[in-house]
């Protein structure tokens, strides 16, 4: 599977990141010539460093908001194929900082296609922004590729920015060339390795290991929950589409569960906190939340299912199970990397049966 991507140099922007460097993980699998930049993580441990990724060449540590860094970065990878993970992913985040979120997600992005005026090797470019790109009236509905954009908190509302820059500069600027793009939606991204802040999973995984309690600030918000494989999965079929040339020149597609039962923020650590044989009234702490977030939030998935054959391989239950699994071996074993690395063989084998 993927074979497309053996040997062929592809760079991803965002690569220190927790999906980032499950990527870099998949890709160095399938034998690509896989290059990057990021920011340095702010969390001790990281996907980062439990991969050994500072030890290679090829990654560097890196700004999106810096023109020239990325213009020259691209300039000696050559890549072929880009996938841009880099930005400020935290809601929260974008309360408390919404400039450095504005300039990450809006000109960082402005800064790549900026780039790509002047590249002659790449040929293809997978945007990944986020499912919070949508206008959320409230209504409880399924969000398709068709619906408004435009998002409330900063966060949101740069990654619509992102969407209506990603679509301007591929049906104007670099329109000429022979570059191919697609923008990639996909939702509340699940998996082991995430240490960041003001996310549930990292949350919980603090709270047992810590022994304190673990506060949730929104439990009954409905979010569409994914394992981060079947995400970059998607995200990886959208690239070997875009190099294929089988696809349309400018494109966006929604990823998200295929379960038909939605899940609360409270059922979710519900189910994460059973599997470490933890008792929820213990450990949790209802708190008042302090900014705003859109209380239901599920992407419809028709499109990706029917043009890409893609299909979520992992439901809810699958999916918290593996990352449980996950944790619980990295906190019961010195061996990280391998634990990584078996999570994504297991994985692919569940794809080739």
């Known amino acids: 599977m993927f074979e497309c991507y053996k040997n062929k140099k592809v760079m991803i922007t965002g690569i220190t990141g927790f999906k980032g460097s499950w990527m870099y993980l998949w890709l160095k699998d399938i034998g690509a010539e896989v290059s990057g930049f990021g920011l340095l993580p702010n969390s001790s441990p990281s996907m980062y460093e439990i991969l050994g990724m ?4 090829r990654v560097s540590i890196g700004d999106i908001r810096d023109k020239n860094y990325v213009v020259e970065n691209i300039k000696i990878q050559k890549p072929e194929i880009i996938f841009h993970l880099a930005a400020q992913p935290l809601v929260n985040v974008s309360y408390e900082n919404p400039e450095e979120t504005f300039e990450i997600n809006i000109t960082g992005l402005i800064n790549l296609f900026e780039a790509l005026k ?17 206008r959320n009236s409230g209504e409880k509905k399924k969000f398709t590729e068709d619906d408004a954009l435009g998002g409330i908190d900063p966060y949101s509302a740069s990654k619509s920015c992102a969407e209506i820059i990603t679509s301007s500069y591929a049906n104007t600027i670099i329109n000429e060339k022979d570059i191919y793009v697609s923008s990639v939606r996909a939702g509340n991204i699940i998996g082991g390795g995430d240490w960041s802040r003001y996310r549930l ?14 506060v949730i600030r929104y439990p009954n918000s409905i979010r569409p929950w994914q394992y981060v494989l079947d995400a970059l999965r998607g995200y990886l079929i959208v690239g070997e589409r875009l190099i294929n040339r ?4 400018v494109s966006t597609f929604n990823f998200g569960p295929a379960d038909l039962k939605t899940f609360n923020v409270l059922e979710i650590a519900k189910i994460l906190i059973s599997t470490f044989d933890k008792n929820i009234d213990e450990l949790i702490e209802i708190e008042n939340p302090k ?3 859109s209380d239901y939030l599920q992407l419809d998935s028709t499109k990706a299912n029917k043009v890409l054959k893609w299909n979520p391989l992992f439901d809810i239950e699958k999916s918290i199970k593996s990352t449980s699994e996950w944790y619980k071996d990295y906190y019961s074993s010195n061996k990280p990397k391998e634990i990584s690395i078996k999570h994504l063989k297991e994985y692919i084998k569940l794809l080739n049966i």
């Open 118 to 134: 002047n590249s002659n090797s790449v040929t293809s470019l997978v945007v990944v922004t986020s499912d919070k790109c949508y």
């Open 201 to 214: 999973i990292p949350d919980i995984v603090r709270a047992i290991i810590s022994k304190t309690k673990l």
């Open 54 to 57: 500072s030890g290679d060449e």
């Open 291 to 293: 900014y705003y977030e």
């Open 246 to 249: 089988d696809i349309e020149k």
